[in-house]
């Protein structure tokens, strides 16, 4: 965490942007506590309120529709080709895509609020060809909710027991 607060400390909100997409994206950034750190700084007025939770916003949205297009162009070959190293084989993955091609859509949703599934669940949506349209709908509204109710906990929790 120390490195994730030097980082915001030096660039602000351009770093907040961007660690919430490396973290979508699957680097191992705690996306939950940089969003409650981010909401604790916004009680002690460092950052704006309303401008943090659309930089979680966007930087989320970044990182989702980046790691959907990588599932779309490059995660069929790479699934079939060394999923088996990881006991996804063929008929497994066949069974993964026809489950989320039936409940995908609340997948995305709800996959938000479960670190490690949140990571993976883009993914998936581009290699199982997902309508862009109603995934980019459906993933926007859990970044929307995602971020507001983080952010918003930091802020309220920061406000309450801030030692400054």
Same mark, same amino acid.
């Given at each position: 965490? $120390? @490195?994730? &607060?030097?980082?915001? /400390?030096?660039?602000?909100?351009?770093? %907040?942007?961007?660690?919430?997409?490396?973290? #979508?994206?699957?680097?191992?950034? !705690?996306?939950e506590?940089?969003m409650?750190? %981010?909401?604790?700084?916004?009680?002690?007025? +460092?950052l704006?309120?309303s401008?943090? +939770?659309?930089?979680?916003?966007?930087?989320? #949205?970044?990182?989702?529709? &980046?790691?959907?297009? &990588?599932?779309?162009? +490059?995660?069929? !070959?790479? %699934?079939?080709?060394?999923?088996? @190293? +990881?006991?996804?084989? !063929?008929?497994?993955?066949?069974? %993964?895509?026809? @489950?989320?091609?039936?409940?995908?859509?609340?997948?995305?949703?709800?996959?938000?609020?479960? $670190?490690?599934?949140?990571?993976?669940?883009?993914?998936?949506?581009?290699?199982?060809?997902?309508?862009?349209?109603?995934?980019?709908?459906?993933? /926007?509204?859990?970044?929307?909710i @995602?971020? #507001?109710?983080?952010?918003? #906990?930091?802020?309220?929790?920061?406000?309450?027991?801030?030692?400054v």
């Amino acid at each position: 965490m $120390p @490195w994730i &607060i030097e980082m915001i /400390t030096q660039y602000g909100y351009l770093a %907040v942007f961007l660690l919430m997409a490396l973290g #979508i994206i699957g680097i191992p950034v !705690p996306d939950e506590l940089l969003m409650l750190f %981010v909401g604790y700084l916004c009680s002690l007025m +460092v950052l704006n309120f309303s401008v943090s +939770v659309l930089v979680c916003f966007m930087g989320s #949205i970044t990182g989702t529709l &980046i790691s959907y297009t &990588i599932g779309r162009r +490059v995660g069929q !070959p790479v %699934v079939e080709k060394f999923g088996k @190293w +990881v006991g996804l084989t !063929p008929r497994r993955f066949a069974s %993964v895509k026809r @489950w989320f091609l039936k409940f995908g859509y609340w997948t995305v949703f709800i996959a938000y609020f479960i $670190p490690g599934l949140r990571h993976v669940c883009s993914y998936i949506s581009g290699i199982s060809a997902m309508s862009f349209r109603k995934y980019l709908l459906i993933t /926007t509204a859990g970044a929307l909710i @995602w971020s #507001i109710l983080f952010v918003s #906990i930091g802020y309220f929790v920061g406000a309450r027991f801030s030692f400054v």
